[in-house]
């Protein structure tokens, strides 16, 4: 019995309020579901990752897309990649705005350019010249991000505390019939962050990465603190090293904890489609697509299952 086609995706680390929880693993399922159901009619780990992720953009129930996070003067600011196993191609953006679709403008940098990462006006110019269209700054706010952005203007506010509230920045790895491996990862950021700030979403080892001989991540958490342990190549070095994904993850997310007081998650895949969703933070929203079966869970130890197909 193959264990491909795979696909994996999270919602982000952090503490997600209850009544937000629900509609956080309803996404998540809804993600795995679309990656998993391309993957099932031939399609590539690349078009997988990326449907998977754009559908969590445009649900505002996640930080990225619509429903990110404010910046200090309540705009948004979204970053974004992918990146390919096969060829190690990699695309990203950030500090974009006024895009619906930041990990299909990251794609688009992989295919039609010869660079890696656009930022902010550059990446804007370019989405013109490829006819993405630019929607409204209101469409991507919503209420909740708004309300949040107004707390943390308050000089007694601890943005990072806070943005546990949502982390949820989204990711999703995958490996496809013919053993290729993707990832994408998008994010609207951290709440309150400074005007121009760029985590570790765009950043190529830090907010993912691929390649088809050792398999594919895709994090969550507190952006300088990925970037600080490279948390992507960290985790995959450990697989290079023999351990497996579940063993990979856990010793890269201790080090950080350990070593710079970081929190966070990853979602990961190895060439035989040996997949985990792992993290130290009290929750990350999860689900996996594979054989048929769908995997999701947000609390630690959770993991529940149901056939794919949902029953009409």
């Known amino acids: 019995m193959t264990m491909l086609p795979v696909v994996v995706v999270h919602g982000g680390a952090g503490h997600i309020p ?20 391309i993957l099932q009619k031939g399609g590539s780990a690349m078009d997988a990752v990326v449907e998977a992720v754009a559908l969590m953009e445009n649900n505002p129930g996640f ?72 929607v409204p700054e209101e469409s991507l706010i919503t209420d909740y991000a708004k309300m949040r952005w107004k707390k943390n203007l308050q000089p007694d506010a601890n943005p990072v505390e806070c943005q546990m509230g949502k982390m949820g920045t989204v990711g999703a790895v995958a490996v496809d019939k013919d053993g290729n491996i993707a990832c994408a ?43 600080k342990v490279t948390l992507s190549r960290l985790v995959l070095f450990h697989m290079e090293q023999g351990k497996t994904p579940e063993e990979a993850s856990d010793l890269a997310l201790t080090y950080m904890k350990e070593r710079v007081d970081g929190l966070g998650g990853v979602v990961v895949v190895d060439p035989k489609g040996t997949w985990t969703a792992w993290f130290n933070s009290l929750q990350m929203s999860w689900a996996a697509a594979q054989q048929g079966e769908l995997h999701y869970g947000l609390y630690r130890g959770e993991h529940f299952v149901e056939p794919v197909q949902e029953k009409i």
């Open 18 to 37: 209850k009544e937000r929880a629900e509609l956080s693993t309803i996404g998540v399922k809804e993600a795995a579901r679309t990656g998993y159901a």
């Open 185 to 227: 990862t998008s994010t609207g950021g951290m709440i309150n962050k400074m005007e121009g700030r760029v985590g570790d979403t765009p950043c190529v080892g830090c907010g993912g990465y691929a390649d088809n001989n050792i398999g594919a991540v895709s994090p969550t958490g507190h952006g300088e603190a990925i970037m």
């Open 63 to 134: 930080n990225a897309g619509q429903g990110s996070v404010l910046n200090v003067k309540g705009e948004v600011e979204m970053d974004a990649m992918v990146m390919d196993g096969r060829t190690l191609d990699s695309g990203a953006v950030s500090a974009v705005r006024r895009i619906a679709n930041p990990v299909q403008l990251a794609r688009l940098v992989m295919e039609k350019t010869k660079h890696l990462c656009l930022t902010a006006e550059g990446a804007s110019k370019f989405a013109r010249s490829m006819g993405v269209p630019e």
